[in-house]
């Protein structure tokens, strides 16, 4: 957690919690110099607040302009919205569960969900990071 609450401190993000919808977890706001991550109040546990608050940077750092928009109607619309989740989602995994430290439990062979808690991430991030070409083709 340390590591994402520095880069917050070095990009100037400030981090807020509010009571937010329940199909909202987080969402990252730029308004001309100022930028926020907000997250939910109900995030159940710190492994679900470090995915988040790493998806969330995710799209501080892979998005240009409007990255994310609560309001899609079209399917072009949609579409990108996809598009966008599934960067700031590699983005988390890849920062999260670093490559070589990722192959040599592997390599060890460490069970699954104990893949989870070393890294301390989501079943859902362990598994869109495996799934990644520089660690798949291992």
């Known amino acids: 957690m340390d590591k994402l609450i520095k880069i917050l401190e070095i990009e100037n993000i400030k981090l ?22 907000i997250l939910s109040n109900t995030l159940p546990d710190n492994q679900h607040l470090r995915v ?4 969330e940077l995710g799209h501080y750092f892979t998005c240009l302009g409007d990255c994310v928009s609560l309001s899609c ?3 072009t ?8 989740e ?6 988390a995994a890849k920062f999260l569960i670093p490559r070589e430290e990722l192959l040599e439990c592997m ?5 699954f969900y104990e893949l989870v808690q070393y890294f ?18 291992y």
């Open 16 to 37: 807020i919690f509010l009571d937010l919808p329940t199909y909202l977890k987080g969402i990252f706001v730029s308004s001309n110099k100022e930028k926020f991550i």
């Open 52 to 55: 988040t608050l790493a998806h």
């Open 73 to 75: 109607t079209t399917h």
């Open 77 to 84: 619309c949609r579409f990108f919205a996809t598009l966008n």
């Open 86 to 91: 599934a960067k700031a989602d590699r983005w």
């Open 107 to 111: 390599r060890k062979e460490m069970p």
């Open 120 to 137: 301390q991430v989501t079943p859902e991030l362990l598994k869109i990071r495996v799934g990644m070409s520089d660690v798949s083709t």
